[in-house]
């Protein structure tokens, strides 16, 4: 593509903007628009989602004085965010995962000792 082709398809780009203005502000806001912050990747936005997950998580546990045990785990958007909680139920010590999903923020939370060893497993 040569200069002259690159000129007429921007200017048929812009055409319609009939303010010279806007026409020259178009392209500067092209260039500058991945400087701006992305919302969902910023710290603060991070950290709000973290809070929300424990919190969540720790109320659907339904467990007394429960707390996180160990780092929050992030998967893809489909799976959510993960974590272990750990807390009592009648007089013993449990442990649960939370798994909270993003997109619907629903929580699903299942005890660590109700799953399927895997060294009983039939080989």
């Keep these: ?3 002259q082709s690159t000129t007429l398809s921007s200017s048929r780009m812009f055409s319609g903007f009939k ?3 806007m026409r ?28 929300v997950v424990v ?7 339904k467990l007394d004085k429960p707390r996180p045990d160990g780092h929050l785990m992030l998967f893809s958007d ?22 909270f999903r993003r997109g619907s923020e629903t929580v699903e939370i299942q005890r660590v ?5 895997p060294s009983k497993l039939r080989r």
């Design 78 to 99: 489909e799976v959510g965010t993960a974590l272990l909680v750990r807390g009592r139920a009648k007089k013993n010590d449990v442990r649960m995962l939370c798994i």
């Design 113 to 117: 000792d109700d799953g399927v060893d």
């Design 55 to 61: 919190e969540r998580c720790l109320a659907a546990s």
């Design 19 to 21: 303010e010279p203005a």
């Design 24 to 51: 020259r502000l178009l392209p500067l806001l092209f260039v500058l628009s991945p400087l701006a912050p992305a919302k969902a990747s910023a710290p603060d936005a991070w950290n709000a989602h973290y809070r």
């Design 1 to 3: 593509m040569d200069a």
